[in-house]
């Protein structure tokens, strides 16, 4: 809304300071251990799928502690499940990418990447919580965040994506206030833009973000998801891309209906 916007910016000196205090103190975890890669459910019949993750720290698996338990291995466990193969997974992620850095940096190089695998069925986004920090406008962010999914689909013309909304940032323990309220408001008006990007384009989806306010829903920093919070947000991913893998390509089917002539 108005207001929020005249709020937050009326505010920037104190949350200026307030950012570059967190900054200072905040923990800074390396991305998850192991390979960037791997597969689900390697054990299951049939062709299976192919997942490309791509974006940010999230997909670099912050506050994981192992890829195997961040974004892309986590939503492709979740779209094993009831899958006719198993789901192969690529992520390629950096810490602190905003979406023009994303797009200029991380899509190269994904696309060279998934070159050497089958063609990808499905695409996870997770980007935006620095462009919020980096005091983009909205109107950059809408710039920006359209690229990159419009480099979505000519890499994969086939493919379902899907994007991540922002978090809760009012709910983050490491922000102090006002810094932690006014990121929340900013972050809700980022995933309202987000929004209306993604229902521009067919076959995509946007899969607002929920975290458990609890402390312990958090990495050690504060500020990124833990495990338990990864495996949520897989699972809210793949629930999101299962109807449009199954409308689309058909790659992604029920065991019962994948053993019948």
């Known amino acids: 809304s108005l207001l929020s916007r005249a709020l937050f910016w009326g505010l920037l000196p104190v949350v200026a300071a307030q950012g570059l205090y967190v900054r200072r103190i905040a923990p800074r975890f390396a991305p998850a251990d192991g390979d960037p890669f791997g597969t ?3 054990g299951l019949p049939g062709p299976g799928l192919s997942l490309l993750a791509l974006g940010d720290s999230i997909v ?3 506050g994981a502690g192992r890829m195997e ?4 291995a986590a939503t492709a466990r979740a779209l094993s ?3 006719a193969g198993p789901v192969r997974w690529l992520a390629v992620g950096r ?3 905003d979406a023009r850095e994303v797009s200029d940096e991380l899509m190269p190089r994904a696309v060279a990447c998934a070159a050497d695998i089958p063609p990808i069925d499905a695409v996870i986004v997770s980007v935006g919580v620095n462009d919020l920090t980096g005091l983009r406008r909205s109107g950059q962010w809408a710039r920006d965040l359209s690229r ?3 480099q979505c689909r000519q890499a994969c ?4 994506v899907a994007l991540s909304g922002l978090p809760p940032m009012q709910d983050f323990p490491l922000l102090p206030q006002p810094l932690r309220r006014l990121m929340g408001l900013r972050a809700r008006r980022f995933t309202e833009v987000a929004a209306e990007v993604v229902a521009a384009r067919p076959g995509m989806v946007l899969v607002p973000l929920a975290f458990d306010p609890a402390v312990d829903a958090f990495a050690d920093d504060g500020f990124h998801p833990g495990p338990a919070s990864y495996a949520r947000l897989g699972a809210a991913m793949a629930a999101a891309l299962k109807p449009r893998l199954r409308e689309g390509r058909g790659s992604l089917r029920c065991r019962d209906n994948a053993r019948r002539p």
């Open 60 to 62: 670099a698996g912050v």
């Open 157 to 160: 013309p086939e493919a379902a």
């Open 40 to 42: 689900e459910g390697a």
């Open 81 to 83: 499940v009831g899958a």
């Open 148 to 150: 990159v999914l419009d």
């Open 69 to 72: 338990q961040a974004f892309a």
């Open 95 to 97: 810490s602190g990418a």
